[in-house]
């Protein structure tokens, strides 16, 4: 517990460390190194029956993003993709926040860049796994080969597992980020300012949706464990991160480190079984090193001649014939 937490430390103040620097840049380096990302005016239509302006671009996108996280779980490379996609809309919004033409003070800009990056770096985190050791990345495959297998039928699934949550949580940590920036990217071009009545409800608004990410990203499976009484196994030690739900049982750890519930070590059945001497000790030792009166007596059967034990054959060897003694003369006695 103590290691997952101080990972998810390290992961967070990357994301601050990351969101400092972004300050550093002067905002016209970061306008010139952003231009490719405003996408113009393109998508940007007016209602005349409203009398008001809506974005069918960033409209699009939102409904790609929605669409595409949940079916992320189905998706081969999902966390490789989402973490290009949310790249590609952080600098899309980066892009609107040096651009806003309503903000003329340095200030106002750089408190909305800063908190667009940690957005993101948060959201990267707790998207891909990076702050949970991807324990909700693994729910949410494992359901969703319970769903390809039809076992997400049974409703007692849903009560005695945690898996089906997982799979929702891992879902929303998907949306959460993309659809917040997705919507101030909007925002900001239609109306040329930040997406709030006043710079303190904008930082109030935008520190609760990275609090929000950060604490479910990071205690969300803990929490789930707890609601549902089901420990699971730690999995903080991976190195790699989960791309294909095909290939699941890879992330799991090897045999060797699976344990059943009495604590024994797991055997594949398909394997066949090897006996093994119940005493070492016991085995034979050699016969050389015994003393004396232990080494093993060979039994021979005596060798008879098979001639001499067929009836009825003569014997070819003489057989000397001694006649009885004389008995002595009872007068000598």
Not at 158 to 185: K, R
Not at 301 to 330: H, K, L, N, R
């Amino acid at each position: 517990m103590t290691s997952i937490f101080i990972q998810d430390l390290m992961w967070l103040g990357g994301a601050l460390i990351l969101a400092l620097i972004a300050l550093m840049i002067p905002l016209k380096t970061m306008a010139m190194l952003t231009k490719p990302f405003t996408l113009g005016s393109f998508g940007i239509r007016k209602i005349k029956r409203w009398h008001s302006k809506t974005d069918t671009l960033a409209n699009l996108m939102l409904w790609i993003s929605a669409l595409f996280c949940i079916a992320a779980p189905f998706i081969p490379y999902a966390p490789l993709i989402y973490a290009v996609w949310l790249t590609f809309t952080w600098l899309c919004t980066l892009s609107r926040a040096v651009r806003m033409g309503r903000v003329r003070a340095k200030t106002p800009k750089l408190t909305v860049i800063f908190l667009i990056t940690l957005t993101y770096g948060v959201g990267l985190a707790a998207g891909i796994g990076m702050i949970n050791g991807f324990r909700l990345w693994i729910d949410a495959y494992t359901f969703a080969n319970m769903i390809e297998s039809m076992e997400a039928l049974n409703i007692m699934l849903y009560l005695s597992d945690p898996m089906p949550a997982g799979f929702v949580m891992q879902i929303l940590l998907l949306i959460w980020p993309l659809a917040n920036l997705w919507g101030q990217f909007k925002y900001m071009r239609l109306e040329n300012t930040y997406k709030g009545a006043s710079l303190t409800s904008y930082v109030v608004r935008s520190v609760i949706v990275i609090g929000l990410i950060g604490l479910v990203g990071s205690f969300g499976d803990l929490g789930l464990e707890k609601i549902y009484q089901k420990s699971t196994e730690e999995i903080s030690e991976q190195q790699h991160l989960p791309l294909n739900r095909k290939k699941l049982d890879s992330y799991k750890g090897s045999p060797a480190d699976q344990t059943d519930s009495s604590g024994q070590p797991q055997t594949d059945s398909s394997q066949p079984a090897v006996e093994q001497p119940a005493n070492p000790a016991a085995q034979p030792a050699d016969p050389a090193q015994l003393p004396a009166e232990q080494q093993p007596v060979e039994i021979t059967e005596p060798q008879t001649d098979p001639a001499q034990s067929a009836p009825g054959q003569p014997s070819e060897e003489p057989v000397e014939i001694y006649p009885d003694p004389v008995p002595a003369d009872p007068n000598a006695l």
